[in-house]
């Protein structure tokens, strides 16, 4: 049997983050569970613990629309998980119109990069020795990325650009990661085109629910455990890994420019959360 771990998974509460939860607690890892919704966070809770043959899960309801349950949710894990070896920044979701948070930041932007670069930053000292694993998607041919405008122009929104946008900031943040931590190994993951709920309460929920094409979130989340478990030496630092071998990436957009410039932003935005 391999060494019990802590694995800490955001977005838990159901699809990748819940399957890949299952899948460590049948390994004999402590996991941490993360989600927004109190009902269905109970309900992950319970299917983690019976995956894991009675062993209690921890878990966490926090809202990364709020950078406040952010912080709340690190001095939660500060004070409950002496070490985390995996952190999985899994939460996603995506807002068709445009939408400001409590905390000023355009929503999609907030939930999927902001807020899981501040949990990182704030898990540091813990995660030393350990990996952080960011899901992500593989970008499309005409992704638009400016790291000095994470919040774009309200008049010029749209939902799916914004959502790929604030997934190539998942990549350039493993990518720096990797740079400024090296005692962290730092990947981010293409999950796949996988049936989730993430397009709940918007157009997209049938295609994410129902399109002939996609994948089972058991099999994405293979994906995210193989990155979590495997030999450090057969993963590349700071690259988008598929279920195979790194993705290739527009230097265009992901180079380490674009990397170095897209984390001063947030250390700005997130700068009274360490304090």
Request: positive net charge; charged residues 25%.
């Amino acid at each position: 049997m391999t060494e019990s771990r802590t694995i800490v998974i955001t977005g838990a509460s159901s699809g990748i983050g819940l399957a890949a939860a299952q899948q460590f607690a049948e390994r004999g890892d402590r996991v941490v569970l993360v989600g927004r919704d109190e009902h269905r966070l109970a309900a992950a809770v319970e299917r983690v613990r019976a995956a894991g043959r009675g062993v209690e899960p921890g878990h966490f309801r926090a809202d990364f629309e709020r950078l406040a349950d952010v912080r709340a949710l690190a001095d939660h894990l500060l004070g409950t998980c002496p070490k985390i070896d995996v952190l999985a920044n899994n939460a996603g979701m995506i807002s068709m119109s445009h939408r400001r948070t409590v905390d000023g930041h355009e929503a999609t932007v907030q939930a999927n990069h902001l807020a899981h670069f501040a949990l990182s930053v704030l898990l540091r000292d813990r995660l030393r020795g350990g990996r952080i694993v960011t899901t992500s998607v593989r970008p499309g041919p005409n992704v638009r990325f400016d790291p000095d405008d994470l919040d774009g122009d309200r008049r010029r929104y749209q939902g799916v650009a914004a959502y790929q946008a604030s997934k190539a900031a998942n990549v350039l943040f493993s990518m720096e990661a990797a740079r400024r931590w090296p005692d962290v190994l730092s990947v981010s993951l293409h999950p796949g085109l996988v049936r989730t709920d993430i397009g709940r309460g918007t157009a997209l929920r049938h295609v994410f629910r129902y399109a002939p094409f996609l994948i089972s979130p058991e099999k994405s989340a293979r994906r995210l455990v193989r990155l979590a478990t495997s030999p450090a030496a057969e993963l590349t630092n700071g690259a988008l890994h598929g279920p195979g071998e790194p993705l290739s990436l527009n230097s265009r957009v992901f180079n380490a420019d674009n990397a170095v410039r897209l984390w001063a932003r947030p250390e700005v935005a997130i700068s009274d959360l360490a304090t």
